[in-house]
């Protein structure tokens, strides 16, 4: 009876074993693909569909323009150029209440003048984080930790915009490599 008590046990100890063995060999895998996505290029990840806006085109024009599944714009000149970027945060900016006690300065009431004639030029971010379209994903995952930024506009030298990089990229490819 007591060696039938230790054959169970060892039986046991044999099937922990080995899930305990797939674990560890999983884990290995995940740790392999994610130092593997740093080496991505992000010409591959980025979305090269992106809304492109120019400088004077009006704010009820982006509004129109946002889809669902857009959260930014980018501001280009005829070139293609970046000139500027909006992101759906920046746009709720403009649309919030002011502050019980604010100081009332020349941005504020510029911010407060906002109206159906406003311009895009109006609430761009005139000097946007951007990432090379040579960088990796190393590269960008970096500085977007650094900056807080979720969405970075892909430029090559002459700053032409050739997509859009945003966390949810990143975190697709990385779902992709973890199944």
């Keep these: 009876?007591?060696?039938?008590?230790?054959?169970?046990?060892?039986?046991?100890?044999?099937?922990?074993?080995?899930?305990?063995?797939?674990?560890?060999?999983?884990?290995?895998?995940?740790?392999?693909?994610?130092?593997?996505?740093?080496?991505?290029?992000?010409?591959?990840?980025?979305?090269?569909?992106?809304?492109?806006?120019h400088p004077e085109d009006s704010l009820i024009t982006l509004i129109e323009n946002l889809r669902e599944e857009e959260t930014s714009a980018v501001v280009v000149d005829d070139e293609g150029r970046l000139l500027g970027f909006i992101t759906m945060k920046d746009l709720l900016h403009f649309f919030s209440p002011p502050r019980r006690y604010s100081i009332v300065g020349l941005g504020l009431l510029k911010k407060y003048t906002l109206n159906r004639a406003s311009r895009v030029e109006d609430i761009m971010v005139t000097k946007p984080i951007t990432i090379h379209i040579s960088d990796n994903l190393g590269h960008a995952i970096k500085l977007m930790i650094?900056?807080?930024?979720?969405?970075?506009?892909?430029?090559?030298?002459?700053?032409?915009?050739?997509?859009?990089?945003?966390?949810?990229?990143?975190?697709r490819l990385i779902r992709i490599v973890s199944l």
């Excluded at 506009?153 to 949810?168: A, Q, S, T």
């Design 1 to 53: 009876m007591k060696e039938a008590g230790k054959l169970k046990k060892k039986k046991m100890c044999i099937v922990v074993g080995k899930r305990r063995h797939l674990q560890m060999q999983r884990k290995k895998e995940l740790s392999h693909n994610i130092r593997y996505i740093s080496k991505v290029p992000v010409r591959i990840v980025m979305d090269r569909e992106f809304l492109k806006v």
């Design 146 to 171: 650094e900056t807080g930024k979720h969405h970075l506009p892909v430029v090559d030298d002459e700053r032409k915009v050739h997509g859009i990089l945003e966390v949810k990229d990143i975190i």
